[in-house]
């Protein structure tokens, strides 16, 4: 092999705190994807930028590892029982056109408005979607825990289901028959937020249970489906224009193909509604943590002013309560599996 | 969860294989990442590699966690909504 220098403007040197700090976070978000089905990129791509990697090869990289850890997550809840593929392959071609729709209006916003103004769409977006989104799962997680932990249908998906639109699709697994039409906006609009917020999976898994009536296991494992697509084509397109570091993948595939694999069992040992109540949490933790970044791209754009005291404040509180989201999903779900543990040895 | 004979084995094998693989990559790693970022169809690159590590470390991380006594719990059948019926036939005029 020939000597090639690597461009340090792209790729950062390593030492032992990254290599660390990336492998604990690739853990942490694997656990939390095996179990929700998204999850970890919200911080990993941040998390990357903060150790001195450029935005660009943070969210390539960050994409390259996320398809292998879906597709590991995948078989794995497929051995469960647990993945709609048709569902999976249906939802990542329409979430396919939803990222290039996506990354169209993101260039429109980019050369209206500059960075700031970009900055400041995606964290409304985030913001904006994960409240309400966030706020009507957790609503439906409480409402499912009081009432022993059954899932109902929704009555809008029940409603959609009756619609012979053609073309009807059965998809035995979910156990539901569907129009075509209703369940191609679910996969645009996770392909939409995929390309916006880097997280499509919040609104693809609530879309799959409110919408289209998956039972919530399933949606969270069929939206690995979903993800492994939609990452494999991104990385191939990152890839070809050289912005992927392999070497900050293969730290954090260290870590997150463990975590993938514990989130994976441990949605055999809990509830469906704790899927529910975890995403939840996690959506609504981060919510304020972008909204806690909105006032320093206000002010970039002069329609506030603050010290740059209070910003670096606000900067460093964000991303902590970022961190924060993670852990906490971590903590209920490793609590739920102990639970579930417990309570398996205690009848056995 | 299952009785079934811990994977002791496959856990040794697949971890030997993985880290020989980490050592191995990371013995040149800038090199093999200033390869892979001259883009164009270097992209076969950074892909293979990460579809070689799902299958190695991926099977190294199963059977640990089945080795130290994690397995699934198949403790309730899945629940899912009856699929609504295909309508009957259609309508056929018996003129």
Sequence with gaps: MDMLALDPTKFIDLNTMSIVFLFLVGFIGGLVSGFIGSGGAFVLTPGMMSLGVPGTVAVASNMCHKFPKALVGAIKRFRYGQVDVKMGLIMAVSAIVGVQVGIKVQQIVLAMWGQAGSDLYVSLSFVLVLVFVGGYVMKDAIHCARSGGEEETTALARRLQTIELWPMISFPRSGLRISLWFTLPVGFATGLLAATIA???????????????????????????????????????????????????????????????????????????????????????????????????????????LPDATISLLKNVSFASMCLALLTGAVIILGSMWAGRKAQVAAS | MTHSTKPVGRTLVFGALTAAFYTGFFAYGDTIAAHFAQGSLWAAGPIATVFAVSYLHGEFASNLWATLGISAVRKHERTTVTATKRPAQRPTLHA
């Design chain 1, 199 to 305: 997280v499509g999976g919040f609104v693809g898994v609530p879309g799959m249970i409110y919408v289209l009536g998956v039972p919530g296991l399933m949606a969270s494992a069929t939206e690995l489906v979903v993800a492994f697509v939609m990452g494999l084509g991104g990385s191939v397109n990152w890839a070809m224009h050289g912005m992927v570091d392999i070497r900050l993948v293969l730290i954090i595939l260290g870590g997150s193909l463990l975590g993938v694999q514990l989130g994976a069992i441990g949605t055999t040992y809990v509830r469906p509604h704790m899927i529910k109540m975890v995403m939840a949490t996690i959506m609504l933790i981060v919510a304020v943590s972008r909204g806690l970044a909105l006032p320093t791209y206000l002010v970039k754009l002069g329609f506030m002013e």
